[in-house]
């Protein structure tokens, strides 16, 4: 993948019900734009985890990649989801301090969550299809 990433991409299971309900929401809590979304199936995702490989292996985890400058930084786990709370800000930015607290306490809470997601929320055929005005914030 040749093309620069957008500031802010969010990599999500096309496949989780869950995921769907978080990118939705997500969408409808950034009328500004300031996040990109691509399937972890993609093959953006695919380009984001050869340049990777402390990555985790499995899709259990959204990942948050910021640019930063010439680099860039990936947030997995709860640890993105404190992060995209900072992001979306007004009364949701509060979640952002919830990132102080151990990771290994807030990852075991994530970890039972990804386990039971397919269970509870169910699974899709294939990522939903966005609106005209989202397309240009999903990538491949």
């Given at each position: ?23 939705q929401w997500l969408l409808d809590h950034d009328p500004a734009g300031r996040l990109s979304f691509a399937?972890?199936?993609?093959e953006t995702a695919a380009a984001v985890r050869a340049r990777h490989p402390e990555l985790p292996h ?83």
């Amino acid at each position: 993948m040749s093309a620069p990433l957008p500031p802010r991409l969010v990599l999500y299971d096309g496949v989780c019900g869950l995921c769907d309900h978080t990118v939705q929401w997500l969408l409808d809590h950034d009328p500004a734009g300031r996040l990109s979304f691509a399937a972890l199936q993609g093959e953006t995702a695919a380009a984001v985890r050869a340049r990777h490989p402390e990555l985790p292996h499995d899709l259990d985890s959204v990942i948050l990649v910021e640019q930063l400058g010439a680099g860039e930084r990936l947030w997995w786990r709860s640890a993105a989801v404190f992060r995209l709370a900072g992001h979306i800000g007004g009364v949701w930015g509060w979640a952002r301090h919830l990132g102080l607290l151990p990771a290994a306490l807030t990852d075991l809470g994530y970890r039972f969550v990804a386990a039971v997601r397919y269970r509870v929320f169910g699974t899709r055929e294939a990522c939903r299809l966005p609106r005209p005005e989202e397309r240009a914030r999903f990538l491949p």
